[in-house]
């Protein structure tokens, strides 16, 4: 019985060292994924969804430094629900904090103009912008008057009128 408290409550490394291995990779992963742009975000695909859980699978290890407790994992769940409300907290009180780690819209068409430049650095393809157009019942480009790219991931499309 000793054994199995043990191992649900008795944490192999100090608790602190927890929230910090659980802080640095939340960090390290919400920059990682800000500098692959807004695509990651936004736009879900299979393989998307693949990196997501491999993600979670290559830094599990490294935040749990070798415990396998309860208690281990609700104090990682713990830091990382706090860090996300933090962030959460500090973006919507701090313009320049939201740009950080949001990111602005992109202009991405204006004037029946597409700026398959922009398309490309942003890891997007004109069939994720055709099918914006279709949505917005928009059938040829030079109906459009702007589109962009919004720090969701989501394309906005205006139509001319």
Same mark, same amino acid.
């Given at each position: 019985?000793?054994?199995?408290? +043990?191992?649900?409550?008795?944490?192999?490394? =100090?608790?602190?060292? !927890?929230?910090?291995?659980?802080?640095?990779?939340?960090?390290?992963?919400?920059?990682?994924?800000?500098?692959?742009?807004?695509?990651?975000?936004?736009?879900?695909? =299979?393989?998307?969804? /693949?990196?997501?859980?491999?993600?979670?699978?290559?830094?599990?290890? &490294? !935040?749990?430094?070798? #415990?396998?407790?309860?208690?281990?994992?609700?104090?990682?769940?713990?830091?990382?629900?706090?860090? @996300?409300?933090?962030?959460?907290? /500090?973006?919507?009180? &701090? =313009?320049?904090?939201?740009?950080?780690?949001?990111?602005? =819209?992109?202009?991405?068409?204006?004037?029946?103009?597409?700026?398959?430049?922009?398309?490309?650095?942003?890891?997007?393809?004109?069939? +994720?912008?055709?099918?914006?157009?279709?949505?917005? @019942?928009? *059938? #040829?480009? &030079?109906?459009?008057?702007?589109?962009?790219?919004? *720090?969701?991931? @989501? /394309?906005?499309? /205006?139509?001319?009128?």
């Amino acid at each position: 019985m000793n054994e199995l408290v +043990d191992s649900l409550f008795g944490i192999a490394v =100090p608790w602190w060292e !927890m929230i910090l291995r659980a802080a640095s990779v939340y960090v390290v992963l919400l920059l990682m994924v800000r500098i692959t742009g807004k695509r990651a975000v936004g736009q879900f695909t =299979p393989f998307d969804l /693949i990196l997501v859980v491999l993600l979670g699978e290559a830094v599990g290890e &490294s !935040m749990v430094g070798g #415990d396998h407790s309860l208690v281990g994992g609700l104090i990682l769940a713990a830091t990382l629900l706090g860090l @996300n409300w933090l962030v959460g907290f /500090i973006s919507a009180r &701090s =313009p320049a904090f939201d740009r950080a780690t949001e990111g602005r =819209p992109v202009l991405i068409a204006r004037d029946g103009e597409l700026f398959r430049d922009v398309l490309r650095k942003q890891s997007l393809d004109e069939e +994720d912008f055709e099918m914006a157009m279709r949505q917005c @019942n928009c *059938t #040829d480009l &030079s109906q459009v008057e702007l589109a962009m790219l919004e *720090t969701s991931g @989501n /394309i906005t499309v /205006i139509t001319k009128r």
